[in-house]
C-alpha cells in the first residue's frame, strides 16, 4: 500500500515563505509524476503544480513566479517552495503522485494533506 505525507504547512503573514514536503512510501517501483493541489473552504481542489519523472513542471497561473516544485528522486519526496504568499493563497495543500507499485500497476494517490494560513 501506497501512504502520502505531506508536512510543511502552517501560518504565515502575506508576503512570507514555506516549503511543503510529501513523502511516499510503500512498494514503489517507480513515480511518473506528483503534484501538489490546495482547496479551499467552500471551493474545489485546484491544481497548483506537478513535475513529472522527467522533470517537467507546471503551474496555475496564480502561482506562477511565487512557487516551485521540485523533487528529491531518493527519497520519493516532492516539495513546494511557496513564496510571497498571498491571503488569497490560504487552503489546505494535498500531494498527488502517480505510482507503479510491484506486482500492481499504476495508481493515482493523495495524501490527507496539510492546512497553509496566509494572514493579512
Known amino acids: 500500500q501506497v501512504r502520502l505525507v505531506e508536512s510543511g504547512g502552517g501560518l504565515v503573514q502575506a508576503g512570507g515563505s514555506l516549503r511543503l514536503s510529501c513523502a511516499a512510501s510503500?512498494?514503489?517501483?517507480?513515480?511518473?509524476?506528483m503534484g501538489w493541489y490546495r482547496q479551499a473552504p467552500g471551493k474545489q481542489r485546484d491544481l497548483v503544480a506537478t513535475?513529472?519523472?522527467?522533470?517537467?513542471?507546471n503551474y496555475a497561473d496564480s502561482v506562477k513566479g511565487r512557487f516551485t516544485i521540485s523533487t528529491d528522486n531518493a527519497k520519493n519526496t516532492v516539495y513546494l517552495q511557496m513564496n510571497s504568499l498571498k491571503p488569497e493563497d490560504t487552503a489546505v495543500y494535498y500531494c498527488?503522485?502517480?505510482?507503479?507499485?510491484?506486482?500492481?500497476?499504476?495508481?493515482?494517490?493523495w495524501g490527507r494533506g496539510t492546512q497553509v494560513t496566509v494572514s493579512s
Open positions: 513535475i513529472t519523472s522527467g522533470s517537467s513542471t
Open positions: 510503500g512498494r514503489i517501483r517507480s513515480i511518473n509524476a
Open positions: 498527488n503522485a502517480f505510482i507503479m507499485r510491484d506486482s500492481v500497476g499504476w495508481g493515482d494517490y
